[in-house]
C-alpha cells in the first residue's frame, strides 16, 4: 500500500492543480493505473480480510467441530478432543478432505475465543473504601428509606456499616468518626465513591477534586495522626465483631 503522504499528493495535483493522470503517474513515478485507483477512492482502502475466516474445504465442518469442542467441556480434561484427533473423525466418520493444518488452525482459534478471562485483584493491608447507599427498611411499623454509611478493608473484608436517615454531611462526618472508632486506628488512604460529599468538581486537566468537607475532616485526621505520634500498621489486639481476626489495620501508635 502506497503511503498516505503520497496518496494526498496524487489527489491534491490532479483533482486541484488540473494535473493530468499520465503527468502525475511521471511524476511521482507509479504506474498510471495506481493513479486512477488513488483517484477513485478517497482515502486509502484498508487491506487483508476482517471479521472470521475459513478455509472453503472447512464448509459444512465447522459446526462439527464446534460441537465436539461443546461436550468437551462436560468430560474430564484427560478425555478432552485434541486437534489431531478431531482431524481423524472428521476424515473417518465424516469424509473430510482437507488437511490438518486447517484443522488445528480453527480448533486453536475456538479455544481462544472460549477462553475465560480473569482479572486478579490485590488489596494492600491499611486502605479503605467508603460509599453510601441506600435501603427500605421497617421502623415502628413504618416503611421507612434509610441511607448507610459503609467503610471496608479491601484487604480482609472487614465491614462497617451504620444507617442514617439522610445522606447529609453531619452523617458523613460522624460515620468517618464512628468507623474509625470500630476498626481502632485510621487508614492509610480512603476511596471514595462519587458521592457529592467527598468529591468535589470536576477539572478536565486535574480530574476529581475533594470536597472542602472532605479537606476539612482529612485535616482532623491528619492533626489527629500527628498529635498521637505517626501511623502505622498493627494487628488488632482483640477480635471485634464482623471482622476478620488476621486482619491488618492502620492504627495509631
Not at 464512628?178 to 457529592?196: Q, V
Not at 500527628?226 to 501508635?253: D, H, Q
Request: hydrophobic content about 40%.
Amino acid at each position: 500500500m502506497k503511503r498516505v503522504e503520497l496518496y494526498l499528493k496524487v489527489r491534491r495535483a490532479v483533482l486541484m492543480d488540473g494535473m493530468s493522470r499520465r503527468s502525475a503517474a511521471v511524476y511521482f513515478g507509479i504506474n498510471r493505473k495506481t493513479v486512477d485507483k488513488m483517484l477513485v477512492f478517497p482515502e486509502p482502502p484498508s487491506h487483508g480480510r476482517s471479521g472470521r475466516t475459513y478455509i472453503r474445504k472447512l464448509v459444512g465442518f465447522s459446526k462439527i467441530i464446534d460441537k465436539i469442542l461443546v461436550n468437551d467441556r462436560t468430560v474430564h480434561a484427560k478425555q478432552h478432543h485434541t486437534a489431531v484427533r478431531i482431524f481423524e473423525r472428521l476424515r473417518d466418520e465424516h469424509g473430510f478432505t482437507g488437511g490438518i493444518r486447517i484443522v488445528r488452525d480453527y480448533v486453536a482459534g475456538t479455544k481462544l475465543r472460549s477462553r475465560e478471562v480473569f482479572v486478579p485483584l490485590s488489596h494492600k493491608p491499611g486502605h479503605a473504601r467508603v460509599d453510601f447507599s441506600e435501603a427500605d427498611g421497617i421502623i415502628d411499623g413504618k416503611l421507612t428509606r434509610f441511607h448507610y454509611f459503609c467503610m471496608d478493608l479491601p484487604n480482609s473484608d472487614a465491614p462497617f456499616v451504620k444507617a442514617y436517615p439522610a445522606e447529609v454531611a453531619e452523617a458523613f462526618c460522624e460515620g468517618h468518626v464512628a468507623a474509625f472508632d470500630f476498626f481502632g486506628g485510621i487508614p492509610k488512604s480512603i476511596l471514595y465513591d462519587n458521592t457529592r460529599l467527598a468529591v468535589g468538581n470536576r477539572s478536565p486537566c486535574t480530574g476529581a477534586a475533594m470536597s472542602a468537607r472532605t479537606s476539612s475532616l482529612t485535616r482532623c485526621i491528619i492533626l489527629r495522626c500527628w498529635s498521637k505520634s505517626r501511623v502505622r500498621l498493627t494487628r488488632p489486639r482483640r477480635l471485634m465483631a464482623g471482622c476478620w481476626p488476621n486482619r491488618c489495620i492502620a492504627s495509631e501508635a
